[in-house]
């Protein structure tokens, strides 16, 4: 089972920020914090990943709690296209477990 | 550099046949993963592998399923006597290194299988 939390939905307009909480209140501490998403049934893509400190790459930022039991993922300038489902996910090595995810629908 | 390669992309069998879906990883990697998604449900982990080994398959199925990566060659999940509840996207995916940091899995755009 997975071990995070998300919101089924969320709604941001295009050109302001998203920003996806996840919670993993389990979290063990050598376990990362990965971001994936998938756009329409097309294969999963990697966004981001971090253990404690925040990160930052040309897609997105990701802010993790100092207690590491929650995050955020941010997209600072959200288009049409970024409209998918958001998986959060923990894990050390090995294999991903995917949860429900959160349904981001960015409208114009 | 080509990324995750899957074949076929659509596949239709009827009950009882045999469904052979093939993953070619990114050059370079040596681990591979096997996923499935139903519609409209989230992705479920079957198998993970690295060359001529499963390291983790808790999410197989126990019968009709199977799946394989030679040291030659695509990573391979069979399905036997396929029923129509096998319907679904399989997707693949490929890793660098599978150790601490599973870092960046790079997945193909999947194999859509439909049972008649």
């Known amino acids: 089972d997975a071990k995070t939390t998300q919101p089924t939905s969320m709604d941001c307009a295009e050109g302001r920020a998203a920003n996806l909480p996840c919670n993993h209140s389990?979290?063990?501490?050598?376990?990362?914090v990965y971001w994936y998403r998938q756009i329409h049934s097309q294969g999963p893509q990697y966004i981001i990943h971090?253990?404690?400190n925040n990160e930052t790459n040309e897609m997105a930022s990701l802010i993790i709690t100092e207690d590491r039991k929650s995050s955020t993922l941010i997209l600072p300038h959200a288009t049409l296209r970024d409209t998918a489902v958001y998986y959060c996910?923990?894990?050390?090595?090995?294999?991903?477990?995917f949860g429900q995810g959160t349904e981001l629908s960015v409208k114009p | 550099n080509a990324g995750v390669m899957q074949n076929p992309r659509h596949l239709v069998r009827r009950r009882g046949q045999e469904a052979r879906l093939r993953c070619s990883p990114m050059?370079?990697?040596?681990?591979v993963y096997w996923y499935r998604q139903l519609p409209e449900e989230g992705l479920k982990f079957m198998v993970y592998l690295q060359k001529e080994n499963i390291i983790d398959e808790s999410g197989m199925p126990k019968e009709r399923f199977s799946a394989e990566f030679p040291k030659e060659g695509p990573s391979i999940l069979r399905i036997q006597q396929v029923v129509r509840g096998d319907s679904a996207a399989y997707f693949c995916a490929s890793s660098h290194s599978g150790g601490s940091n599973t870092g960046e899995l790079f997945f193909g755009e999947g194999s859509r299988l439909t049972v008649l």
């Open positions: 389990t979290i063990s501490g050598n376990e990362y």
């Open positions: 050059k370079g990697h040596s681990h």
């Open positions: 996910i923990v894990a050390f090595g090995g294999k991903l477990i």
């Open positions: 971090g253990l404690k």
